[in-house]
Nanobody, 122 residues
Framework: QVQLVESGGGSVQAGGSLRLSCAAS????????VGWFRQAPGKEREFVAT????????YYSDSAKGRFTISRDNAKNTVYLQMNSLKPEDTAVYYC???????????????WGQGTQVTVSS
């Protein structure tokens, strides 16, 4: 079992930045790819970014590309999502998820966190 806890959400104005963290406990985090997803009110959950076990592969949604950066520190069992140039449309609950094997933009992850709220005002 892997337990995931997101943190770092909050309220910012458009153009601001936030860094989300996804802290893992339980099994060795080094063996898990991690993805970030988000769900806005009234919308389906969507993919944001994913990172491979060794961080040699990263993939972003079109909306995140160029503004968000995913990274990981396996020694700290933590994955980060640095979000810059935030827009009101980035407002959502952000979830991290983990699975063994390769990184994926699909929701085929085994473990999910509870989510952290990000609110961007104009």
């Amino acid at each position: 079992q892997v337990q995931l806890v997101e943190s770092g959400g909050g309220s910012v104005q458009a153009g601001g930045s936030l860094r989300l963290s996804c802290a893992a406990s339980g099994r060795t985090f080094n063996n898990y790819a991690v993805g970030w997803f988000r769900q806005a009110p009234g919308k389906e959950r969507e993919f944001v970014a994913t990172i491979s076990v060794s961080a040699d592969f990263k993939y972003y949604s079109d909306s995140a590309k160029g503004r968000f950066t995913i990274s990981r520190d396996n020694a700290k069992n933590t994955v980060y999502l640095q979000m810059n140039s935030l827009k009101p449309e980035d407002t959502a609950v952000y979830y991290c998820a983990a699975k063994p094997g390769g990184a994926s933009s699909r929701e085929n992850y085994d473990y999910w966190g509870q989510g952290t709220q990000v609110t961007v005002s104009s």
